[in-house]
């Protein structure tokens, strides 16, 4: 077992606990931190999407029951309603990315704030 590759991994995992409930981005934080590391390989790739999902599963662990009355409400409740058009509008882009995209970006990753430091 390669014991470096085990300490990057460490280290991302730890930032992406970090950063995961804060309101900054865990992902930026992800490719900085492996940029700063070195750890930008194929086998880094797999390591990202591998721990975004295990985040987007404790996230949805967290707020099961929110999301389970929310579902249960909102064809009833106004608030339940309201609930979801703010989760919505908090999934809209708007920023660089909503614009360059369109632009001929294409679906790459680091095209945006972070093409400098990376790739």
């Known amino acids: 077992m390669d014991l470096m590759l085990l300490a990057k991994a460490a280290a991302m995992g730890v930032v992406e606990g970090l950063t995961e409930f804060l309101p900054i981005s865990s992902t930026g934080h992800l490719i900085l931190a492996g940029a700063l590391l ?5 086998k880094a790739k ?31 409740q106004v608030e339940a309603q309201r609930f979801v058009l ?14 360059v995209q369109p632009l001929g970006c294409g679906h790459d990753l680091h095209c945006g704030r972070f093409h400098h430091f990376v790739g």
């Open 86 to 99: 703010n989760v919505f509008i908090g999934f809209l882009q708007i920023d660089q990315r909503t614009f």
């Open 38 to 42: 070195g750890f930008n390989d194929d």
């Open 46 to 76: 797999v390591f990202d999407i591998a721990i975004q999902t295990g985040a987007i599963f404790a996230v949805i662990l967290v707020y099961w029951e929110k999301i389970r009355s929310t579902a249960k409400a909102f064809r009833y």
